[in-house]
């Protein structure tokens, strides 16, 4: 007898069927076509991430993960793409081992988390996951691909939180990271200084907040530093991040449309296919990671809203599932597979929100692009795995 | 267990809420400003120029009409930095006249017109580097044309691109329109220029247009009135072949019961197409710097002494003051007469004439006699209601009232007192100080051959909007004082002129003329005047014909004045029959 959750497979299909609407509205029949072809793939995908035994996953997942490393390894030499190389191309297919680097990286943290009990803030504790992030991380943000890197250590956080690692010692962990991201302008700096003192002087004594806080500053001030050795797009982002209208032609344009193109959208919407900032193009990339903008001019704030809960529901259900497992590899799975989706919904919808940065990140399901599509696809299925098996 | 879901579930309705609340912010709140700012991102205004009203002669040919030609326009917000220098190259402009054009409007996103009348290749090679090109647009414009090229220039006027001036005074202008700078197209600007549509045309982020919006109707350009105007083509063309073969000359024609001006032609001209092509540097210093002033339209702005054409006025002012009749006689002519310590001539001796023969035999020594018996103040203020040393009122822009020398005037001029007599000599054979334009001429012969009532003069006959008429001109009437006996008498001596006097070289056997020369006294060679009307005894047309240092006025310009007479009352010519 087994047990199959219906509600994430009702809320995949509900999602993928909002994915086509929005790729055939921003990019028309030809998208629409590929993308359909992309979804045998995907379900392939998932099916075979069901049905493979938990042993077998358990199993080969260090050689996966293996694999990954090699193939991000490769790609640097080999592979293809506008600017950077993050793209291997087979004849007509193209993928980014990036997309696989994070399922790599669930399941072999769920193989090793799993058979620790109790994790605190110590090198012994958390050198190895953390090694199983840096490594295909590292490899990643040389592509150069800073975003997909960056999921790694939302994965690498929500797997280490639901193994028991306490909120702050979770902080302290990504302070060098976060202090870095903070560090860009005065004015993500101040708030995130002033919160971690709070947070440090309340939880701990004097002693470490000074060295934590000067820790934090060291990290902070490397980040104005390494703007210069940024790609120039990159730093680019960064700043039309923070003054999206100062220079509306160039470099926050694509800020300026997405918030012009969802704001024009209303409560309800121009209509399906109506959507003048999606169908006239004035949204960058607008059937990859600006869909959602599209979304929200056509379908105006019900269906954004819409698009969002469906979002959270998927998140939640996964954690509900997760909290269900008995063993701590398959919860783990699912926390991880949870974090993919929520961290990548947040910073996709968050950017074109103005509350991220403009990063490459897809929209779980949602976005053109047979890779993000597969691993969405996968993840999905791999939860489906673990939650159905003989209660 | 359930700690840790609780936790990340409240992390994730943290951050969710947070996007919705951002929506909430940009959707809900801003969300109409949005909407705005989305259609203004998509939605370019372009301006559909209105074609220019046509203008045609009495007999309804075009004299201005409007083709169309291509504009190259610029959206300045849309130019890349290559824009600019590639374009100058591909039209053949300099690139700091498109700098010096755009510059200014720099902020606007809609289009700005650099060029018209864009040569066919140049259109093609802007159309081929097309996609180098981003934010220029070409498009089709109606632009002025004068098929009748110089004949009507000095009627028409032409045009000019608006200044700054311009585009303070009146805001519905804009950069590189044309206005009317002289003529009718001056005059009459505001029927003219019609009214320039709209058409809001949807855009694409690269700002290529899409199409017209659906939910934005087009305003369509209204087209400015057309206007008929009361010259006559036929004669305009034989005015202007007539005097072809002299530098400067001029000539007026006007139907006496209306005051329709159906002849205005001044010799030398332009041709105000250049002015709506783009002009040559070379084509404009020529215009501008030849001495003959091309510009100047001497039939209404520049002004002459009448010579003996101003004796009938004098003789009509000394019958209506009764200081003599039509049988007066003077002194004896002898060619001279002495009056102070100068003699004033006369150009043969004439014997002892009375009144119609003085203005026959055009006796300067008689009417310097009759000027003194007349007085300065009487026959200054007859000359004023003539309408001499003042405007006649044409509806053309320009017009010079001339001199009449009056008291004031003299004293103002030299000085009160020092000033002689003598000028009142002068003044009553119509030289010397007076000065009148061949328009106030034929104006003031209008008012004898219609026995003291003339019309304004007027060269807008009625105005068209879309072929219906909307407007008639009818002009004010205007009457001077003559006593009608007299009139007669003068009259009639106007004919014998024409029969065996000065002006026989405009005689018509089949139609009787009445007219007088004139010869205007100046410092190089004398100036030609004629001006008469026809037929004599019921008098429908005036011409007045003047030719620059061309010596009797009986020699040159009474024969033009006759072929133009021949002509409007279609008198076949002889030498065809």
């Not at chain 1, 991430?49 to 390894?73: C, D, E, N, Q």
């Not at chain 1, 063993?327 to 961290?343: K, Q, R």
């Not at chain 2, 305003?219 to 009361?230: K, N």
């Not at chain 2, 026959?379 to 010079?400: F, H, K, R, T, W």
Request: glycine residues 8%; hydrophobic residues 45%.
């Amino acid at each position: 007898m087994r047990r199959v959750d219906l509600w994430v497979i009702v809320l995949t299909i509900l999602l993928t069927a909002v994915g086509m609407l929005a790729v055939y509205s921003a990019g028309g029949t030809r998208y629409l076509v590929r993308q359909l072809v992309f979804l045998p793939v995907a379900v392939a995908g998932l099916l075979a991430a069901w049905f493979v035994p938990r042993r077998v996953m358990h199993g080969t997942s260090i050689w996966f993960y293996g694999a990954i490393v090699l193939l991000l390894g490769l790609v640097l030499f080999l592979g293809a793409g506008p600017g950077s190389r993050r793209w291997f191309v087979l004849g007509p297919v193209a993928f980014q081992p990036s997309e696989f680097t994070k399922l790599a990286v669930i399941l072999l943290l769920a193989r090793h988390l799993a058979g620790r009990r109790s994790l605190e803030l110590s090198f012994r504790s958390l050198a190895v996951p953390v090694l199983i992030c840096l490594a295909p991380a590292v490899l990643i943000v040389v592509e150069p691909d800073l975003s997909a890197a960056l999921t790694l250590g939302a994965i690498l956080a929500a797997m280490l939180y639901w193994q028991g690692l306490r909120p702050l010692h979770l902080l302290l962990l990504f302070i060098p990271l976060l202090s870095f991201a903070a560090g860009f302008s005065l004015w993500t700096w101040i708030p995130f200084f002033v919160f971690l003192a709070v947070i440090m002087l309340v939880r701990t004594n004097l002693f470490k907040a000074v060295i934590t806080l000067a820790f934090s500053s060291f990290f902070a001030l490397l980040s104005p530093l390494s703007l210069r050795l940024l790609r120039d797009y990159q730093a680019d982002r960064i700043r039309s991040f923070l003054a999206p209208w100062f220079d509306p032609h160039g470099v926050g344009w694509n800020a300026i449309q997405s918030r012009i193109a969802i704001g024009s959208g209303q409560l309800f919407g121009k209509g399906f296919l109506c959507g003048t900032q999606n169908r006239l193009g004035f949204l960058p990339n607008r059937h990859t990671d600006f869909v959602f903008s599209g979304l929200g001019e056509e379908f105006g704030f019900i269906g954004a809203l819409f698009l969002l809960g469906l979002l959270a529901f998927l998140i939640r259900r996964l954690l509900v599932i997760a909290r269900h497992e008995r063993d701590n590899f398959s919860s783990l799975l699912c926390v991880g597979c949870a974090a993919v989706i929520g961290y990548q919904a947040f910073i996709n919808i968050g950017m074109l929100l103005g509350i991220m940065p403009i990063t490459g990140v897809a929209l779980p399901f949602i976005s053109y692009g047979g890779s993000s599509l597969l691993l969405s696809y996968v993840l999905v299925g791999l939860v489906l795995n673990v939650s159905s098996r003989p209660a | 267990m359930d700690a840790r879901l609780k936790r990340l579930t409240q992390v994730l309705l943290v951050l969710f809420g947070l996007l919705a609340l951002r929506l909430v912010q940009f959707q809900l709140v801003q969300g109409r400003r949005y909407a705005e700012l989305s259609d203004h991102n998509r939605i370019r205004k372009i301006v559909l120029s209105a074609p220019r009203g046509r203008i045609f002669d009495r007999g309804g040919r075009t004299i201005a009409d409007t083709r169309p030609s291509f504009t190259v326009s610029v959206i300045p917000t849309e130019m890349t930095d290559s824009t600019l220098p590639l374009l100058a190259r591909l039209i053949d402009v300099p690139l700091e006249d498109l700098e010096t054009r755009v510059e200014p409007v720099a902020f606007l996103a809609s289009p700005v017109k650099v060029l018209r009348n864009l040569s066919q290749e140049a259109l093609f090679r802007v159309e081929e580097n097309r996609f180098r090109l981003s934010g220029v647009r070409t498009s089709v414009d109606p632009v002025r044309s004068y098929p009748s090229e110089d004949r009507y220039c000095h009627v028409l006027g032409h045009l000019g691109e608006v200044d700054k001036e311009d585009l303070g005074r009146d805001s519905s202008y804009r950069m590189l329109d044309y206005i009317g700078r002289a003529g009718v197209e001056a005059k009459y600007e505001q029927l003219l220029r019609g009214r320039d549509g709209y058409e809001y045309v949807e855009i694409d982020a690269r700002g290529h247009e899409i199409g017209p919006l659906p939910e934005k109707r087009p305003v369509p350009a209204a087209a400015g009135r057309d206007i008929y105007l009361t010259i006559d083509d036929r004669l305009q063309q034989l005015a202007y072949r007539l005097t072809r073969g002299y530098q400067r000359a001029a000539v007026v024609g006007i139907k006496i019961p209306t005051g329709e001006v159906i002849c205005l032609h001044s010799r030398p001209g332009f041709d105000p197409n250049l002015f709506t092509g783009t002009i040559s540097a070379q084509a404009w210093s020529e215009l501008s710097e030849n001495p003959s002033k091309p510009f100047y339209n001497r039939a209404i702005s520049a002004t002459y002494p009448p010579g003996s054409m101003l004796k009938p006025v004098v003789a009509l002012a000394a019958l209506k003051t009764r200081v003599a009749t039509t049988g007066t006689r003077f002194q004896y002519c002898n060619g001279q007469y002495r009056y102070g310590n100068r003699a004033f001539k006369c150009w043969t001796g004439h014997g002892i004439l009375d009144l119609p023969g003085a203005i026959a035999h055009s006796c300067n020594v008689y009417f310097y006699q009759l000027g003194l018996r007349l007085g300065l103040d009487s026959l200054v203020s007859y000359c004023q209601a003539m309408p001499l040393g003042q405007l006649a009122g044409i509806d053309l822009p320009g017009e010079n009232p001339g001199v009449i020398p009056s008291r004031e005037w003299l004293n103002q001029r030299y000085g009160k007192g020092r000033w002689h007599m003598g000028v009142l000599l002068n003044f009553a054979i119509g030289q010397g100080e007076i000065l009148a334009s061949p328009l106030q001429m034929a104006v003031t012969y209008a008012a004898i051959a219609n026995n003291g009532v003339f019309r304004r003069p007027h060269v807008l006959a009625r105005v068209d909007s879309a072929g219906r008429t909307v407007h008639r001109a009818v002009a004010d009437v205007e009457r001077v004082s003559i006593r009608s006996h007299d009139l007669a008498q003068v009259k009639r001596a106007l004919e014998r002129v024409i029969e065996y006097g000065t002006a026989r070289t405009a005689r018509l056997r089949e139609i009787r003329i009445a007219g007088k020369t004139g010869t205007a006294e100046n410092i190089g060679a004398d100036h030609a005047w004629f001006v008469g009307y026809a037929p004599a005894d019921r008098p429908e047309v005036v011409f007045a014909v003047l030719v620059e240092n061309a010596g009797h006025g009986g020699v040159v310009a009474a024969p033009i004045a006759r072929q133009l007479i021949r002509t409007w009352f279609s008198i076949p010519d002889e030498d065809a029959r």
